[in-house]
């Protein structure tokens, strides 16, 4: 599969082949569990679901966007949320708004969570519990 690695360890947008198996994920990004974050349109992002909390010392932002700690691929998504080839010409686009992160210098903020415990597990303990947490994750922010 074709895919556009932010590689921040060397700062460079590449386009590489990719097999669509979460193992070559992990080994290409350098991670053990990955979150996918949607870009719009068809387009996702695969980065380290624990960046923030390892110990990362690069990273990237794209455009305005929340820093994100290590590397990351982008590949597109088909109807069904499977992954699938990402033009070549949307890497263009990407290479002219990543901005590389030195973290040693200016690390990102780290995450936000927001805490609640849940009493039972009927729908209106879920909600109430739900709720709660989003108050507790503004309170911290």
């Known amino acids: ?4 690695f ?7 947008v590449e386009e590489v082949e990719i097999e669509n198996e979460l193992e070559a994920f992990y080994s290409k990004i350098g991670c053990e569990m990955i979150q996918v974050i949607g870009l719009g349109d ?4 695969i980065v380290d679901e624990e960046g923030k909390l390892r110990d990362w010392k690069v990273g990237f932002r794209l455009g ?13 998504e088909t109807p069904d949320e499977d992954f699938t080839d990402c033009p070549l010409l ?5 290479k002219s708004l990543v901005q590389f992160l030195d973290l040693e210098k200016t690390p990102l903020p780290p995450p936000a969570f927001g805490f609640a415990a849940i009493t039972d597990l009927s729908p209106a303990s879920i909600e109430k519990a739900r709720a709660e947490a989003l108050r507790d994750l503004e309170q911290h922010r």
């Open 42 to 45: 068809n387009f996702v992002m």
């Open 1 to 4: 599969m074709r895919a556009i």
């Open 64 to 76: 305005a966007g929340e820093g994100i700690a290590g590397n990351a691929l982008i590949v597109c």
């Open 6 to 12: 932010i590689n921040a360890v060397d700062r460079k």
């Open 90 to 94: 949307y890497g263009l686009v990407i």
